[in-house]
């Protein structure tokens, strides 16, 4: 039972393209699923001499096509990069609106079932903006190509799972966003994500949003008046859910394994922490699509692009997981489903 997994290049001017040839030159990676990258030929073969990787690139049009053959790379040519202009490492709206494409066809593929998983390399959102999109990333794209409203980033570093409640967004306005519907439906999401992922009884933590979770209306109102009435309705649903835990500790103990997941209440609260413990090794998930997709959980790296000392670890461990995530949703799911000719 292996999975189709499909890879999306990113941003032709950033680490991407070289990353994806450094992940599919390891051999552990096909015994784990097919990988099929969706990008540019020019680039990859570009990329592949700036690597010096021994490897060949078999341009396809439709996944039938496809070897899944370790020393072969699989690619779906968008064709859709010009060279003649391209630079690494500088804002292009044209490589803006193809990382874009990559994602939308990737995540159709997901939809009608062509592909088990879509693994996200980086894409530049000024170029993304340059080219149009007002996209905050590429989560609000993906969620409002699969007509999700109900979503929301979870952060992987080995046993810590961390879901943000906010995005990018100034900390007032994420402040603003701490409202007790909003935390209730995302404490049943991580719930419901927890339980597919194959945790029988997940243990939830909530984050307190002010110092030592208010000290109980010392330093502000948000706990009481927002988090723990959320808290107390999941509870009556069984959910074992608990909070507010000082933002000061709640990470430690989720370090220890106390918990499956910690709730946070905002972008960096998370981010902070988590890059502290594992900065270039942090798999993003969203929580809540209809398919599975993963991501790393860096940039485009534009000031190293094209030098060949990109690290493929983070990208390699965003591929692993999206692998194993789809396994465990195979097995529930009829081999009819499945749709392998697109």
């Not at 990988?35 to 592949?48: C, F, S």
């Not at 190509?145 to 967004?169: D, W």
């Not at 918990?259 to 890059?275: E, G, R, S």
């Not at 030098?307 to 799911?333: D, F, G, R």
Request: net charge neutral; proline share 4%.
């Amino acid at each position: 039972m292996k999975p189709t997994v499909a890879i999306t290049m990113g941003d032709a001017a950033g680490i991407g393209p070289e990353i994806i040839l450094k992940s599919l030159n390891l051999k552990h990676l096909y015994e784990k699923c097919n990988p099929v990258v969706l990008g540019d030929y020019k680039v990859m073969v570009g990329a592949l001499g700036i690597t010096g990787l021994d490897l060949k690139i078999n341009r396809v049009t439709k996944l039938s096509d496809c070897k899944y053959t370790y020393g072969t790379v699989d690619l779906i040519d968008f064709d859709n990069v010009n060279m003649e202009n391209f630079k690494f490492g500088i804002e292009d709206p044209k490589c803006g609106k193809a990382a874009v494409e990559y994602t939308i066809e990737s995540a159709g593929m997901c939809m009608a079932g062509a592909v088990d998983a879509m693994v996200s390399a980086p894409l530049n959102k000024e170029s993304m903006h340059m080219a149009g999109y007002k996209y905050e990333g590429q989560t609000q794209i993906l969620a409002e190509y699969t007509e999700t409203s109900k979503y929301a980033m979870i952060l992987i570093y080995k046993n810590i799972r961390l879901m943000m409640l906010s995005g990018h967004m100034s900390l007032l306005e994420a402040i603003n966003r701490v409202k007790e519907d909003r935390v209730y439906d995302l404490i049943k999401l991580a719930f419901g994500s927890l339980k597919n992922l194959g945790i029988a009884d997940p243990i939830i933590a909530i984050a307190g949003i002010n110092p030592h979770a208010s000290e109980k209306g010392l330093f502000g109102t948000e706990e009481a008046d927002e988090i723990t009435p959320a808290i107390e309705r999941a509870k009556k649903e069984n959910i074992n859910v608990l909070g507010p835990v000082p933002p000061d500790s709640v990470f430690v103990k989720a370090k220890e394994g106390t918990y499956d997941l910690v709730l946070t209440m905002y972008h960096d609260q998370a981010n902070i922490p988590l890059k502290v413990l594992g900065f270039g090794k942090i798999v993003t998930f969203i929580a809540g699509l209809p398919i599975i997709r993963t991501s790393v959980g860096h940039g485009t790296a534009f000031d190293i692009a094209g030098k060949n000392i990109a690290s493929e670890e983070n990208l390699v461990e965003a591929i692993k997981t999206a692998s194993e995530l789809a396994v465990l949703k195979m097995k529930k799911l009829p081999e009819n489903t499945r749709n392998r000719n697109n």
